[in-house]
């Protein structure tokens, strides 16, 4: 999921970093003050979610955990990532800091669709509708991710098919079992503490 | 600040413990399962060719994953495919700085640099250059005397025993590099995520420090 340093050109860098540049503006704009320690908390699990590696499957894949960034935080978590995927970068050498943007954008953006396509389902009173909301929620984030991740490789000169099948496969595990977080976190939060499920952005 | 404010005393851990308990679960995991995600190229010159190993930092090997070879000048020399256990090896065309670049699929890249120091004498390689001989001998006659038949004797006497020592070298340095492969791969420490964590939590202090002063 991390993109490496030197692969991309400069055009496509410079593309991520504005949109993440934008998009952490509008995050922590939105961002209720009230929370950061919510933020935070998720942050760290975002941080230490890519050292989980995920055995099954061609290549070498690790959780993400963007779609349940994107249904507990909404929009703060594109400032969220781009902590997180900083630390990755300065700690563990994932990705890289000129490829931080593209990156950053490729994992949060999924988060914010997620946000606005679940975070409602998931709220709802009929279980079923709301775990597979969830489950879905899970799934997608990491789907789009890779498609964000092959959109970006197809300016390196590969055709976009071919790439995108490669990485949607191989994080095809991956997705899985983060639907089964994503479903497993947001029962468990409906049950004992449903308010945390309601993202409020700062009303200003 | 406002009296109805949520930041009141025990909201902290009224709200967050699950995410708390959460973040505990996931430290746990990756306290067994402390594999790092990216690839890693190790390269090292051995007799007369170059030996290249590439692995993802949780030990899976990259295999038939492609590796490209450039000289100093960004020319492209030679490429070619891992083997299925990461490996691919090369005798280098010209003596020369050669930046190895892995290329493992969807983003995943290394390069690793063998100056040109490091790589196996002209003799062994391509033709040999002219002015290394002169060199060696002018060592053996320091005051400059043309090269007598001795001379000419001492260095190739001496060219075979430079040969013999390298590869026993080799032999006795093998355990030692497969070794720092090894060092290489561990990947990340216990160290490094408690202070990734202790960064983000620092982060949060400063917000909630500055949000806490303007409240006042």
Redesign the interface.
């Known amino acids: ?8 050109s400069a055009p496509v860098l410079v593309t991520g970093a504005a949109l993440t540049a934008a998009g952490c503006g509008f995050g922590l704009k939105k961002l209720d ?2 929370r ?10 975002f ?7 995920v ?1 099954i499957g061609p ?4 959780l993400v955990l963007n779609g349940l960034m994107g249904l507990l935080l909404g929009w703060s978590a594109f400032p969220a990532i781009l ?2 995927l900083f ?2 970068a300065l ?5 890289g800091i000129t490829t931080l943007g593209v990156n950053a954008f490729n994992m949060a953006f999924p988060a914010i669709i997620c946000f606005y396509l679940f975070a409602y389902a998931v709220k709802v009173r009929n279980n079923l509708i709301s775990m597979g909301a969830a489950f879905v929620c899970g799934f997608l984030g990491i789907l789009l991710a890779s498609l964000m ?1 092959a959109i ?2 197809v300016f390196t000169g590969n055709p976009f098919i071919g ?1 995108a099948k ?2 949607v496969i ?1 994080h095809l595990p991956v997705m899985i079992i983060e639907g089964l977080i994503t479903l497993f ?1 947001a029962g ?2 409906k049950k ?2 449903p ?2 499920l309601e993202v409020v952005h700062a009303k200003r | 600040m406002p009296k109805d404010s949520p930041l009141k005393k025990g909201w902290l851990s009224r709200a967050t413990w699950p995410s708390v308990i959460f973040l505990m679960l996931v430290i746990f995991v990756s306290a067994s399962y402390t594999f790092a995600h990216r690839v890693v190229l190790f390269a090292y010159v051995e007799g007369d060719k170059v030996f290249t190993e590439s692995y993802f930092s949780d030990g899976k090997r990259c295999h038939n994953s492609r590796i490209e070879v450039f000289d100093s000048f960004g020319k492209k020399l030679l490429e070619g495919k891992t083997n299925k256990d990461g490996e691919f090896s090369f005798k280098p065309p010209k003596r020369t700085d050669l930046k190895i670049v892995l290329t493992a699929g969807m983003g995943h890249r290394d390069e690793y640099t063998i100056p040109a120091g490091e790589l196996p004498g002209e003799g062994n390689i391509g033709k040999p250059d002219p002015r290394q001989p002169e060199k060696m001998v002018s060592l053996k006659e320091p005051n400059g005397e043309k090269p007598t038949p001795t001379s000419q004797f001492n260095r190739v006497e001496i060219e075979q025993i430079r040969l013999v020592v390298e590869e026993a070298l080799d032999e006795k340095l093998k355990p030692i590099m497969r070794l720092l492969v090894k060092r290489q791969n561990e990947g990340v420490s216990f160290i490094q995520v408690m202070g990734g964590i202790g960064f983000i939590f620092g982060i949060m202090g400063i917000i909630l420090y500055f949000r806490s002063r303007r409240g006042k």
């Open positions: 999921m991390h993109i490496s340093e030197g692969v991309l003050y009230d950061v320690p919510q933020v935070a908390i998720l942050t760290s699990a941080f230490v979610a890519s050292l989980i590696h055995p290549s070498s894949v690790h902590i997180a630390l990755q700690l563990f050498q994932f990705g991740v970006c490789l790439i490669l990485v191989a976190s468990f939060l004992l503490k308010e945390l």
